[in-house]
């Protein structure tokens, strides 16, 4: 029976790949790509002004909203913001890390840095969040350790940096930042150093081989063959920040995020076509960052 | 005249491990040297570290007479072809042969120019503008060739260069190297376990075993004149007989190596020429090869001997199998080994 079975499939294979993508193909069509485009249509459905109620008739009226009210583009433009600073921010400190666990450490310590990355991912996010806005807080221990370190005025003029700055780290952007830079640092690591395993050690040495210094093989050789890692890691870092809504809620200044801004308008506010829209703006913006990352060349390398 | 390269008592171990054991050679300028040796024998080692790859435990290393063991390979006048080719695969290969010029800051113009130069030198003058993967095993060993010379290194090093490609394009390869290297001049240095190749090759070559240097000399020398049982069985193949067996045969107790086409196969009942050295035998096998064919033959319970005979049209077949055979050679033809 079986046998007959895998003569029946031997030579047609087309039809044997159908029959296995098919359950996967259907819930990730519906699931996921249908309910995105459900959201996307509904950013362009009306919203009757009197009953509050969502119709389905075609505009572009929130969009008008979304591009012509300051307070909006302000959440935009902050959101984006705080997104290339935390991309950046994650990139500057993984890529020692990830180089190093790449490139020279033992296997022992290998498997040490990686549970040691991924180790704070395990534990429950909203303990974390609500942990640094202690730690962060103008009596927490983040204060006290820069008082005892005797560099106190730092802290009080950086907290005086218009628009960064605030009352405490809690609640300035700057906090935000760093609990930002916290939250998706292992998501940069990771795929950084798996970019990074895959440079066999002879490009390296050929680069100086022929002369380069360290710092031109890093240049040269090094960033360009990471940038696969680096885009898959901004990504991971960038979308993350745009769209999270409970690391500006808790931590940081009041402003308004685009995350919470989906979540409020959603939920208490009732206006479907705006969240909707507010929530198309990352995947904007994350269409054209790989399409800029591609024509930089990030994929050539694959 | 100085050394273009030196190395003074060069050690170095990997762990336990000893991968180079106090070794000294001497390379002089324009030479086309040859580390032979089977794998883990010391000879990459040794290469690496007069790229400077690596650094020796002990020992020092000159080039043109110039202490070089604690300078980084970038400051080092001396290019490296390596064995996986190592181009980078982000760039095109006239960036990849320019890479050298580049990182010295030279222009953009005479970079492309002399890249195009390089790539002609190698016969690849069309292939500037493609990528590395789009190219064969043998063209990614050009490239990987034009990058290396772009600089003008006193020194090449070449790390199994040919391994990589079937045989037809080996032997191509074989001779334009050595073309290359009498036009240009300079000192090449190449890594190979094959034999073969090391013998065509080089001037002269070194025999590397377990750390060490086995035996230094011209392919010739080497052939003929094998001083240990391990290099006349490597280089070539050959006949070592030791001990009583040697006795038997010799009248002596020291090893000797006789080459399996030094030695003649004649009727058993046939008496052998003067003043040569004659045993009898079973012929147990008899591999043809064309041109010639090889057979082995049994001399007494421990000991068999490789006979190669050149294969003419004319000439006489061997007899059948399992049949009593004379082997005889001249007493000149032995070459005395070390013990040990």
């Known amino acids: 029976m079986l046998r007959s079975l895998s003569t029946f499939f031997h030579g047609r294979n087309a039809f044997y790949i159908a029959l296995l993508l098919a359950p996967p193909l259907l819930w990730l069509g519906t699931v996921y790509l249908g309910s995105l485009f459900t959201l996307l249509a509904q950013s362009f459905y009306a919203i009757d002004e009197f009953t509050a109620k969502v119709v389905p008739e075609l505009t572009l009226k929130t969009y008008r909203q979304l591009f012509t009210q300051p307070a909006n583009v302000d959440i935009v433009v902050r959101t984006v913001l705080m997104a290339i600073a935390v991309t950046i921010a994650s990139a500057v400190i993984a890529f ?109 040495q050929a680069s100086a081989d022929l002369g380069a210094r360290p710092g031109q093989t890093f240049r040269n050789v090094v960033v360009p063959l990471a940038l696969p890692g680096l885009a898959a890691g901004s990504i991971f870092t960038f979308s993350l920040t745009l769209g999270d809504y409970i690391i500006p809620s808790v931590v940081g200044a009041p402003g308004y995020f685009v995350g919470m801004m989906v979540y409020q308008q959603q939920g208490t506010a009732g206006n479907m076509p705006l969240a909707a829209a507010f929530s198309v703006v990352p995947i904007v913006l994350i269409a054209l960052y790989l399409s800029l990352a591609k024509r930089l060349g990030a994929f050539d390398a694959l | ?189 190449f890594v190979t376990h094959d034999q073969g190749e090391a013998l065509s090759m080089a001037d002269r070559v070194a025999v590397f075993s377990q750390g060490r240097i086995e035996q230094l000399d011209t392919p010739r020398g080497l052939y003929t004149r094998p001083r240990t049982a391990f290099v006349a069985s490597f280089v070539g193949s050959a006949n070592v007989v030791e001990g009583p067996e040697a006795e038997r045969l010799t009248g002596r107790r020291e090893p000797f190596a006789i080459r399996p086409e030094l030695i003649e196969v004649i009727a058993v009942d046939q008496q052998a020429p003067s003043g040569a050295i004659s045993c009898t035998g079973t012929l147990e096998d008899v591999l043809y090869h064309g041109s010639s064919s090889r057979c082995h033959v049994r001399i007494d319970e421990h000991t068999t001997l490789a006979v190669a005979r050149a294969e003419s049209v004319a000439g006489t077949p061997l007899p059948p199998q399992g049949s009593r055979v004379r082997l005889a050679w001249r007493a000149e033809s032995m070459v005395p080994l070390q013990a040990g």
């Not at chain 1, 190093?100 to 429950?124: C, D, E, I, N, Q």
């Not at chain 2, 020092?60 to 970038?74: A, S």
């Not at chain 2, 400051?75 to 080719?85: A, E, P, S």
């Not at chain 2, 030279?106 to 890249?115: K, M, P, Q």
Request: proline share 6%.
């Open chain 2, 1 to 189: 005249m100085t050394a273009a390269i030196e190395l003074k008592d060069a050690s170095r171990a990997f762990g336990t491990v000893v991968a180079l054991d106090r070794v000294s050679l001497t390379i002089a300028p324009g030479e086309f040297f040859a580390l032979l040796g089977p794998s883990g024998s010391g000879k990459t080692t040794c290469l690496r570290l007069i790229a400077g790859f690596d650094h020796p435990d002990s020992g020092t290393i000159l080039l043109d007479g110039e202490d070089v063991t604690d300078v980084p390979p970038y400051d080092r006048n001396v290019n490296t072809v390596f064995q996986d080719y190592a181009l980078f695969p982000h760039m095109s290969v006239a960036e990849n042969v320019a890479y050298g010029l580049r990182v010295r800051r030279v222009g953009a113009a005479e970079r492309a120019g002399r890249a195009r130069e390089m790539l002609e030198l190698v016969r690849l003058g069309d292939f500037g503008d493609r990528r590395p993967g789009q190219l064969s095993g043998g063209q990614k060993q050009r490239v990987a060739l034009a990058r290396a010379l772009i600089n003008r290194p006193n020194v090449l090093l070449l790390d199994e260069p040919l391994g990589a490609l079937d045989l037809k394009l080996r032997e191509e390869m074989q001779a334009e190297l050595k073309g290359l290297q009498q036009r240009l001049g300079i000192t090449f240095v």
């Open chain 1, 96 to 204: 020692p890390i990830a180089n190093y666990m790449a490139r020279y450490a033992g296997p022992k310590m290998k498997a040490f840095f990686y549970v040691g990355v991924m180790l704070p991912m395990w534990t429950s996010y909203l303990v974390k969040v609500y942990a640094w806005r202690l730690i962060l807080a103008k009596q927490g221990i983040a204060s006290w350790a820069i008082a005892s370190l005797g560099l106190e005025r730092g802290l009080d003029s950086l907290l005086a940096t218009p628009v960064v700055g605030g009352p405490s780290l809690a609640s300035s952007y700057i906090g935000m930042f760093i609990v930002f830079v916290y939250m998706w640092l292992p998501f940069m690591i990771l795929p950084l150093s798996a970019a990074l395993e895959r440079v066999p050690a002879s490009l390296l």
